[in-house]
């Protein structure tokens, strides 16, 4: 039976990461070690956990973020498969049963499964659609976006090595620049059963960060691109990276940063023409104020909150 080794980052949520050791020690799958990072919690994390002494591997170090800490937990693992848990999301008992019995296949370098999100009040909605996923993801459909969460993510540990570990200089979007590198040494399997419970806020908010650091994923992956594999990843390259750089170059017009907004903007219409981001340049030489006007980047964010007030109700 193989082992695997879980690693949990974490940082002043010691209520949750108990929640989520537990659904580690109720899994049918049994061959595994536990490595908790604690990220320099300040909240009494260490002690909270001190029941779970003979079980875990804890490491405590100053807070550097979360790929820090996976990276730190990363270096002490012993195990062949690497299992990732965020200490707010927690897993189905099955979880460790299912995934490694299809790693053992051979076929593919990591696996990941559907899953619930699951808000504040209870209430849990399908993570992936049926038939949004192929069984197998390779590359070309990586370079979409970033899908695919840690906690629903069981892979080679001598792959992970390999492909460089997490980038911590991103404070997001570490997972998707991880999941690009690794997946030039090899394909994905995907597992449609829900099997993993992601924390969900019902108080959404458009992700800035996340906006930011996809420009820089998709710059760094583009940069490292041979001719001949650009190639072979387009048209999802093209429109994938157009849309990342009309985003964030949208968001900047409307902060006022006109001359990195027409940068990202210029970068969108290289990878892809469109005349919306060919009128956005021309909105970059107005003043924000007036920019604004024009274009509506807070749409994404009406929608989104939208969609959540129907969740509350129900519907």
Sequence with gaps: MSKVSIIIPTYNRKKLLIRALRSILAQTYKNYEIIIYDDG???GTEAEIGQFNKTVVYLKGEHSGVSHARNEALKVSKGEYIAFL???DWW?????ETTVKRLKREDVIGVFTNYYKVYENGKKTIGFPKGKVPEIVDLNWMVRGSFIDPSFTVLKRDTVIKAGLFDETLSTTEDWDLWLRILKLGNFAYIDTPLVFKSATTNPSIPYDRWKNNTL???????????KEKQKLYP???SSAAKIYSRWGTYLLHTGKTTEARENLRKSLR??????TLFRIALTYLPSTVAKIFDGIYLREMKEHAKVRKLKKGR
């Design 86 to 88: 965020d200490d707010d």
């Design 217 to 227: 994923v998709i710059d760094k992956f583009v940069k490292n691109l041979t001719d």
């Design 236 to 238: 999802n390259l093209q």
């Design 92 to 96: 189905d008992e099955k979880y460790l």
């Design 271 to 276: 990878m892809k023409f469109k005349f919306k």
């Design 41 to 43: 919690s300040t909240d």
